[in-house]
């Protein structure tokens, strides 16, 4: 443990930047979400495949959004 807290005691800048975009992730997930699954029933595939390509691509959609917002004048107050 020891050893550890001192090799990996600093995020790294990806984490930064992640942590930083985190709140408005989860904010906007539930709509990214559900506008996802909206668009997946004309795709012919199993549910389980569904939901595990729409899960991570909604995940990472709210995060690029996310991001994209902070960019927004004034967003940084508010995020």
């Known amino acids: 443990l020891v050893g550890f807290r001192s090799r990996v005691h600093q995020p790294s800048r990806r984490w930064r930047q992640w942590s930083q975009n985190a709140y408005?992730?989860?904010f906007l997930h539930a709509?990214?979400?559900?506008?996802?699954?909206?668009?997946?029933?004309?795709?012919?595939?199993p549910a389980l495949v569904k939901f595990a390509v729409v899960v991570p691509a909604a995940i990472a959609v709210s995060f690029w959004l996310a991001r994209w917002l902070r960019t927004l004048p004034g967003a940084r107050r508010v995020w």
């Open 24 to 26: 408005g992730a989860f």
């Open 31 to 45: 709509a990214v979400l559900v506008g996802l699954a909206v668009l997946a029933p004309p795709w012919q595939a």
